[in-house]
């Protein structure tokens, strides 16, 4: 079982209470996402921020299931935006999915990404020991 480090009293504490380190058992297996944007398996992108957040974490949680993980196993999530006021529409997006699992987080304002109409970039790293 991950545990999330959230050190409030001796560290200020982040604008969305996220964790300041997840620390990962021993004999975990560990898994590195590469970045996921909002692409749709046609390969469109829909138009606004929290749309191509959804599909991000649609393909999150595709990889996640093919790794027999979930969302409470994601130990740190960094994120690319091209603007910071898309902070609120990841936020909103990631609450539900979550609950109370909180990781830490780097947050990465870019000017753009290689490809047109992309305004968001997540990436994870995931944690998980099976049970004997």
Do not use: W
């Not at 050190?7 to 964790?19: C, K, Q, W």
């Not at 990631?94 to 909180?102: E, V």
């Amino acid at each position: 079982m991950l545990t999330v480090h959230t050190l409030n009293d001796e560290i200020r504490a982040h604008s969305n209470n996220a964790g300041h380190a997840t620390e990962v058992p021993a004999n975990a297996r560990l898994l590195f996402c590469n970045g996921q944007v909002g692409a749709q398996l046609d390969g469109t992108v829909p138009n606004t921020p929290k749309e191509q957040i959804q599909v991000i974490f649609e393909r999150i949680e595709t990889i996640l299931t093919a790794s027999r993980m979930s969302f409470k196993d994601i130990v740190k999530f960094t994120v690319y935006m091209t603007h910071k006021d898309i902070i609120m529409d990841y936020l909103e997006v990631r609450g539900p999915l979550l609950g109370d699992h909180n990781p830490p987080a780097t947050l990465l304002i870019v000017p753009e990404f290689p490809r047109a109409g992309i305004e968001v970039e997540i990436e994870v790293v995931a944690a998980k020991v099976d049970d004997a």
